[in-house]
């Protein structure tokens, strides 16, 4: 089905195309090619305010899901032939984005995918609020990076911390 991906931000360059191909390999992976998704790269302040209106947090992050299916068992994928065949929107603060790549040393173009992997996660059911459940969502995200690794000659690593680390 249909991909949207949209640039609403002039503040970071970075590879729409190669974001657009690798969000449609990570769909592949999923085995979510036959779902509308939505992925908008935004400016800090607009991610900021919805941060703020649906999560009560007034701060600049890196990446929002709205799933269209809230009830969604991690892992399960919505009736495909249903009137909603659609995974939902992600939203990508790309300033943000940008500032941990330069504190981490690494490329935007090579991190937007492990982003869009973490909010390809919680579109499917995935959830980090408790511990059992960020094992989960950690396994299921190294899961589809080791597979987008093994298809593009990558060496990704999941954005949700190993629960093993702590």
């Not at 085995?31 to 649906?54: F, G, T």
Request: overall charge negative; proline content about 5%; hydrophobic content about 35%.
């Amino acid at each position: 089905m249909t991909l949207l991906l949209r640039n609403l931000q002039k503040t970071v360059s970075f590879d729409l195309p190669k974001l657009k191909a690798d969000i449609n390999l990570l769909r592949r992976i999923i085995r979510a090619e036959r779902y509308d998704l939505a992925v908008i790269c935004m400016e800090d302040n607009q991610l900021r305010e919805m941060n703020k209106i649906y999560r009560g947090k007034d701060e600049a992050t890196d990446v929002l899901s709205f799933p269209a299916h809230e009830s969604l068992a991690p892992g399960r994928l919505p009736d495909p032939w249903s009137d909603l065949a659609d995974l939902g929107d992600i939203f990508l603060g790309m300033p943000f984005i940008q500032e941990q790549c330069k504190k981490d040393g690494t490329d935007i173009d090579t991190v937007l995918p492990v982003v869009v992997t973490h909010g390809l996660c919680h579109l499917i059911g995935y959830k980090h609020d408790t511990g059992d459940r960020l094992k989960q969502m950690y396994k299921r995200e190294l899961d589809i990076l080791e597979e987008y690794n093994k298809l593009t000659k990558s060496s990704l690593r999941p954005l949700t911390k190993d629960p093993a680390e702590n």
